[in-house]
């Protein structure tokens, strides 16, 4: 068994497309994290395969807090506070309506026990992969943008050495063990700044001249 790195964040994403949140600790199930991803707001008309609403449609998204309370229980709430103060439960009219105002698109409210993933239950990048972009982008090292389960310190790696995993099986902790299914191909999200919404097409523009779209691996449980 060969140690390829460190963990040095664990994060979860309640709400799709909205803040999240980094955690000590959580238990990691065959559908993913604890409360990972299990909401999101679908476009009500969307016809495509990713009917929900995101970041790509509605940038201050990022910029929206979720609070968990009661996780993994049937009586779990996630409450959430707008980008300009609002604090609503994730379920309420309230807040399926102000989206709706702010993005112009009727909405419903989703909650999937399994996760609303766009591959895969878990997401991985390693710091050094972060900072390389960050670096050839000429912007502000931020791993949020990449929205990972996982941020991982590799080892004795080098930026993008996670891509060389898919096939392989890690093992996290003790006990878990994750399969590395395939690289990430990224979009126009990691364009977003995770604070503000605004967009910095070069990350992209490196991302897919310099490394064929792709930063990270997705992985099943």
Partial sequence: MQSVGVIRQVARYPVKSMQGEA???????LQGFEED???AFVQAGSRSSFPWLTGRELPELLRYQTAVEKSGTPEVA?????????????DSDELRKALEARSGKALFLLRDYRGSYDVAPVSIISRQTAARIADESGTKENPWRF???????LANGEAFDELKWVGKTLRIGDKARI??????ERCVMITLDPATGESTPSILKCVVQQHNKCAGVYATV
């Fill in 179 to 184: 399969a590395v299914t395939e690289v990430d």
């Fill in 78 to 90: 996630v409450t959430v506070t707008t980008a300009t103060g609002e604090q609503w439960p994730v």
């Fill in 147 to 153: 929205r990972p389960n996982l941020l991982v310190d």
């Fill in 37 to 39: 991803r299990r909401y």
């Fill in 23 to 29: 955690l000590p600790s959580t238990l990691l199930t």
